[in-house]
């Protein structure tokens, strides 16, 4: 890689960036040259986000400098970034859901004035899909697309509007590993093309994948900046926690015990009112992780949904420790102490408006001791979101910090702590349905998520997983039911099987015959 | 005698057809400005007493001056002037669209009552037109805004006369509703207006200005409100009735959602409205309901409400529908 002056894009100078309580960025350096991938490594809440928010002109430095081509720049909003050149992919979409994607897609441009030339544009997006590998439906509205099909619009977006300086933020945390690797194709081409791409993500294996240089924040700081010939996975794990991480989960052998939720043959509707399961029968028992493999959109939702008693089925019975709660609502299902973290944070896990404590106790908050007859405890809630704040590492200037100003993980966080801790009087939930639980969290956050399933899988409870990480899935799992198209194409043991064998289960290409409870 | 009861027919839904047209031009009209106010995120509960305010000054300005189009264009200015009160409070000073838009359809109510109160009325006939003659300041009604045949177009059997021997501004009003839909899903300041109500601070950061856009779709919306005034007074019912809108600005607001906030399905709902409306007149006519007249009156309110809710149904299926940002004030972050 070329790192003479002539070729940087984008340099940024001792930036410094505060919000109440936080110093979000504390003298930052970061350079960004034509023609390479850049990783944007750290812990949840080291500044990844504030940083490039910077550079996209959402946020205004208190402090430094901004180089643009060599040029000193002024960012005042992402009109002038994308003027400027460049364009960002956030960590949580911005595209407007009834739209299409041309006109999520050309929104903001100034050309053409007056009347819209969508058959043109649609065709351009279209080449433009076509150049990087991709097919997509210019005139299919926004709701309709899958979170990669979304991904692939807000990059578009940015592409359409002339960016040569891509940032994106934790592109591939909603993504399947087909689509990442499809996505990296991707960003390879476009890296040979002269374009300077800012990766930010949490997973070290991507890193290696794509990275050619990578910087690692921490606490606002820059601790390290490095090519990635001269990185190894330990060191750059040491340097974004601050102490060696272990990559490996100590899982000790225990006898599951009664059955804790059990479906039979059940049916239910998918949200365009479609069949999305079709004849489900699974139990997880006490003290045992029955994790759920599948790509995205086979019928994980919808399952996940059932077994929290969120969705409706159609046919067929929902147990919970031997008491029918078929279609019996939500709330008999949390009486029976069942937690749920759902896959989208933003919108199914926290109220975003408001703050940390209020969401730390929205699950239990009608039960004592938050409240009693109605009135709710605030020194029980305030307690409560202290000792949970400090237990699962989240940062925030203080409880009462609204839950949108957290940084992506640490909202993450907040889910996953009302979720495994949240219970009144320190019980441990019965069930805990999990759908894809560390999105977005860092290593740190990950080992400690990971590693608190299993140890209530040691205490009693029965953990179903949902993930599309394989390799979490064989980890934590005692056993591994398959879906694809709302059935279950085999249920096998990590130790027993192999990835080649689900992933073909996973594709609907093979199925076991006789599939044990 | 066959014949004969065909052509009783034909002439009867001919004319039921054509006051369709016109009760259905009223809410149309109403209901455009709003569709567009809303897609940009503002709600104006206004619209009944900008319409009002229309019609009252329609009638005053006829009567003084006989000058229809000065009728017209002072009776937009007026609800433009209450439109601009709205997005001042809801746009500016971000404060409760609910609370603003009620007070000013009360307002406009309440002011339209006091201006044509015969006694203040006469004085401002006089100060207009200090000529015009005191038995004229008396008069409640005034001509009715001529028809105009369309060559042609007028002698297509039944729907001719219907849509085609009309007034000049039902006839506005059809250009009015294919424009507005063009804009509005064609143009690139059309989707700035839908992109604004559906996320500001996007479209902010993306250098769309969201107040500006805002101001403008509230006051159009108020412009068309007293264009559906005016053109109730003198392009329906030439005859001045304190709160004669009766309700017509809420039908319009009930009729946007039913519409899905589409210009081209305000007009066919327009004319369905307009249709129970005539027909309630009709059937008022033809000597039923005289027992409890009420009855036939609620009509129109009642199909409003049904259709309202077998529709939010559908809506949320299809999830179609309500800007998201509609009723909700944006003011930049940081
Ligand atoms: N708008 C804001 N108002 C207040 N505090 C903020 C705001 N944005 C970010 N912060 C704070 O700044 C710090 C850095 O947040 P940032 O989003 O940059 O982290 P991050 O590195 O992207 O983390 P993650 O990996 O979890 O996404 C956090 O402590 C966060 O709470
Ligand atoms: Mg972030």
Redesign the pocket.
């Known amino acids: 890689m070329d790192t003479s002056p002539s070729k940087k894009l984008v340099e940024m100078r001792d930036i410094v960036k505060s919000?109440?309580g936080?110093l979000?960025n504390d003298h930052v350096n970061f350079t960004l040259y034509r023609g390479e991938i850049h990783a944007l490594l750290?812990?949840?809440?080291?500044?990844?986000?504030?940083?490039m928010n910077i550079l996209y002109g959402l946020y205004r430095p208190d402090e430094g400098k901004i180089l643009v081509r060599g040029k000193p720049v002024k960012i005042g909003s992402p009109a002038d970034a994308l003027h400027l050149g460049i364009g960002m992919v956030h960590?949580h979409f911005k595209l407007i859901p009834p739209h299409t994607v041309v006109e999520n897609v050309i929104l903001g441009l100034k050309s053409p004035r007056f009347k819209l030339d969508v058959g043109r544009a649609a065709h351009e997006i279209s080449d433009l899909a076509s150049r990087y590998g991709w097919k997509i439906n210019p005139f299919a509205r926004i709701w309709q697309l899958s979170a990669g099909e979304k991904q692939m619009v807000e990059i578009l977006k940015v592409l359409y509007h002339g960016a040569d300086i891509l940032i994106l933020d934790?592109p591939t945390s909603v993504l399947t590993p087909q689509e990442t690797r499809g996505l990296f194709e991707s960003l390879k081409k476009m890296r040979e093309e002269g374009k300077g791409i800012v990766f930010?993500t949490?997973k070290l294996e991507e890193v290696f994948a794509v990275g050619n240089r990578v910087t690692v924040?921490r606490k606002?700081r820059v601790v390290a900046t490095m090519s990635m010939e001269k990185a190894t996975r330990e060191e750059l794990a040491r340097l974004m926690v601050g102490r060696p991480v272990l990559f490996r989960l100590e899982k000790e052998s225990v006898e599951p015990g009664r059955p804790v939720l059990q479906l039979e043959d059940v049916h239910a509707l998918g949200e365009k009112g479609v069949p999305a399961l079709r004849g489900i029968t699974l139990i997880v028992r006490e003290r045992e992780v029955l994790g759920i493999a599948g790509v995205t959109g086979n019928g994980q939702l919808e399952l996940a949904e059932v077994a929290t008693g969120l969705r409706k089925v159609t046919h067929g019975r929902v147990v919970v420790d031997g008491v029918d709660v078929t279609n019996k609502g939500p709330r008999a299902f949390i009486e029976k102490g069942i937690a749920y973290i759902p896959a989208e944070r933003q919108r199914e896990g926290l109220v975003i408006g408001m703050n940390v404590a209020e969401n730390l106790v929205l699950r239990y908050y009608r039960y004592e001791p938050f409240s009693r007859r109605a009135v709710i405890n605030w020194r029980m809630v305030d307690e409560n979101a202290e000792k949970l704040v400090r237990k699962f590492e989240i940062?925030?200037?203080n409880v009462r910090?609204t839950t949108r100003?957290?940084?992506?993980?640490?909202q993450q966080k907040v889910v996953v702590a009302r979720e495994l801790g949240g219970r009144p009087g320190g019980k441990t939930p019965r069930l805990v349905v999990a759908m894809y639980p560390t999105r977005?969290l860092?290593v740190g956050a990950t080992e400690y998520v990971r590693k608190t399933l299993l140890r209530y899988r040691e205490m009693g409870s029965a953990i179903f997983l949902v993930s599309e990480d394989l390799e979490e899935i064989f980890q934590l799992s005692d056993r591994i039911a398959v879906i694809f198209e709302g059935q279950i194409m085999g249920v096998v043991r990590p130790s027993e099987t192999s990835y080649e064998e689900v992933g073909l289960m996973m594709a609907g290409a093979k199925r076991l015959e006789e599939i044990p409870a | 005698m066959g014949a004969e009861v065909v052509a009783v027919g034909v002439e009867w839904l001919g004319a039921f057809l054509s006051s369709t047209v016109q009760a259905g031009t009223v809410l149309l009209l109403a209901a455009l400005g709003e569709t567009y106010a809303e897609r940009s995120g503002i709600l104006n509960l206004g619209v009944e007493g900008m319409m009002i305010v229309g019609a009252a000054f329609s009638y005053l300005i006829t009567l003084a001056t006989g000058n229809d189009l000065l009728a017209i264009l002072v009776a937009m200015g007026m609800a433009t002037l209450l439109a601009l009160i709205h997005a001042v409070i809801s746009i500016s000073f971000r404060l409760n669209q609910i609370v603003s838009g009620l007070a000013i359809t009360l307002f406009g109510l309440g002011l339209s009552g006091y201006l044509t109160f015969p006694d203040v009325r006469v004085g401002i006939l006089r100060a207009i037109n200090p000529s015009l003659p005191m038995s004229m300041a008396y008069r409640q009604s005034t001509p009715k805004l001529p028809d105009i045949s369309i060559p042609l177009l007028s002698q297509i059997p039944v729907i001719g006369p219907a849509f085609f021997r009309q007034n000049a501004i039902i006839y506005a009003s059809y250009v009015l509703t294919v424009l507005l839909w063009w804009f509005l899903f064609k143009t690139r300041p059309g989707l700035n207006i839908r992109s604004v109500g559906e996320n500001p601070a996007m479209a902010d950061s993306l250098g769309i200005n969201v107040y500006l856009i805002r101001y403008v779709a509230t006051l159009l919306g108020g412009a068309l409100a007293g264009l559906a005034g005016a053109f109730l007074f003198i392009g329906y019912q030439p005859f001045w009735v304190e709160g004669m809108t009766a309700g017509r600005g809420f039908v319009a607001l009930a009729l946007v959602i039913f519409a899905a906030w589409s210009p081209l399905r305000v007009m066919a709902g327009a004319y369905l409205f307009g249709g129970v409306e005539a027909l309630q007149f009709r059937l008022q006519v033809l000597g039923y309901g005289t027992t409890a007249p009420q009855f036939l009156l609620m009509l129109p309110y009642v199909t409003t409400i049904i259709v309202l809710v077998a529709l939010s149904y559908e809506m949320i299926r299809k999830k179609i529908g309500v800007p998201a940002a509609l009723a909700i004030p944006y003011a930049r972050e940081e």
């Not at chain 1, 949840?44 to 504030?50: F, L």
């Not at chain 1, 100003?405 to 640490?410: A, D, E, I, R, V």
């Open positions: 919000f109440p936080v979000a750290g812990e949840n809440g080291a500044g990844k986000t504030t940083l960590q934790e930010i949490h924040m606002g940062v925030t200037p910090e100003h957290l940084s992506g993980g640490n977005g860092d």
